[in-house]
C-alpha cells in the first residue's frame, strides 16, 4: 500500500491549495483517512479527517477554510481557502487501510510542501 500526496508548492496570502492523496496498491477498503501537517521546529498536528462514508471534522477554527473529501477512487482531498504565512508546513496525509487479505494498518503519505509568501 502506497499514499502518494500532492498539490504542495508556493502560494501568496489568501490564496488557495487543493492537496491530494492517492492511495494505491493491495487496498480492500480505505477507511478513515485524513491529513496532517508540520511546520518548521514544531510536532505534526492533525488538520482533518474523513470517515468512510463521508463524514469530515477538522482542527480548531480549520473548518471555515479548509475542506476535506475523498472519491470512490481513493483519492482524499484537502482543499485549502484564504490560506496564510501560518498554514506554511509539510502536509502528510495518512489513511487507515484494509488490504485484500482483510488487515487493517496506517499508512503515511511522503508529505507535500505548502508555503504561502509573499
Known amino acids: 500500500v502506497q499514499l502518494q500526496a500532492s498539490g504542495g508548492g508556493l502560494v501568496q496570502p489568501g490564496g488557495s491549495l487543493r492537496l491530494s492523496c492517492v492511495v494505491s496498491?493491495?487496498?480492500?477498503?480505505?477507511?478513515?483517512a485524513g491529513w496532517f501537517r508540520q511546520a518548521p521546529g514544531l510536532p505534526r498536528e492533525w488538520v482533518a479527517s474523513?470517515?468512510?462514508?463521508?463524514?469530515s471534522s477538522y482542527a480548531g477554527s480549520l473548518a471555515g477554510r479548509f475542506a476535506i473529501s475523498r472519491d470512490a477512487k481513493n483519492t482524499v482531498f484537502l482543499q485549502m481557502n484564504g490560506l496564510g504565512p501560518e498554514d506554511t508546513a509539510v502536509y502528510y496525509c495518512?489513511?487507515?487501510?484494509?488490504?485484500?487479505?482483510?488487515?487493517?494498518?496506517?499508512?503515511w503519505g511522503q508529505g507535500t510542501l505548502v508555503t504561502v509568501s509573499s
Open positions: 496498491g493491495n487496498i480492500l477498503s480505505v477507511n478513515a
Open positions: 495518512r489513511a487507515e487501510v484494509a488490504n485484500a487479505s482483510g488487515i487493517v494498518a496506517v499508512y
Open positions: 474523513i470517515t468512510y462514508n463521508g463524514m
